[in-house]
């Protein structure tokens, strides 16, 4: 699958697991470390030691303006970094407006929301659909698009494909002008009702 086709999925949490990963990763290296000196695999007068090595606390005793300087500026960069990523993960994902003519002064542009009903509309009139709903996602670069679908009990979810496919989601492309539409289509099938034994 491609990185394109990835966009449609769902949104990016890229730089949240990348952080969460690294944070996670520290905190393991420091579990395993402390485990280790703990069961004096690094010497057995090792683990009887203090946690802050005494030549440490001397320098801080010995330079204590610098090290109050030091932490605050520390923790200011951790509450920044903090509120810079609580920021992204709590923004609203985007849903990329097109521009169809950039002509000036005759532009047009068409939204993101009429663009998915459009493309509702569409998928709703296809052959075994009961419902649809279409989400434009990414940006006006790269747009994709999120279909979910709910067939109605019965239906041939290899003929609403090849329907979806040639008709619905080939005139989206070609209405919007771009050559590629990276689209993730979610179905549901309807349950089949329960009969009831007399």
């Known amino acids: 699958m491609s990185a394109a086709s990835l966009s449609a999925l769902a949104r990016s949490y890229r730089g949240e697991r990348v952080l969460t990963m690294v944070v996670g990763l520290l905190a393991l290296l420091a579990a395993a470390a402390t485990t280790a000196v703990g069961l004096g695999w690094f010497g057995p007068y090792r683990a009887a030691r203090p946690v802050i090595d005494p030549i440490a606390v001397d320098w801080v005793g010995r330079h204590q303006l610098v090290s109050r300087v030091v932490a605050i500026a520390v923790g200011v960069l951790l509450l920044v970094l903090g509120l810079i990523v609580l920021v992204r993960a709590l923004r609203p994902e985007s849903q990329p407006d097109l521009a169809l003519d950039h002509t000036v002064g005759t532009g ?91």
């Open 108 to 198: 047009l542009l068409v939204t993101a929301g009429a663009i998915a009903e459009a493309i509702r509309v569409d998928a709703e009139q296809v052959e075994g659909v009961g419902r649809a709903r279409a989400r434009m996602v990414g940006d006006r670069a790269n747009p994709a698009l999120r279909l979910s679908l709910w067939l109605r009990e019965g239906s041939d979810v290899k003929a609403v494909w090849q329907e979806l496919d040639a008709k619905v989601l080939s005139r989206a492309r070609e209405s919007l002008g771009v050559a590629a539409l990276p689209t993730a289509v979610r179905m549901e099938l309807a349950a089949a009702r329960r009969r009831r034994v007399h």
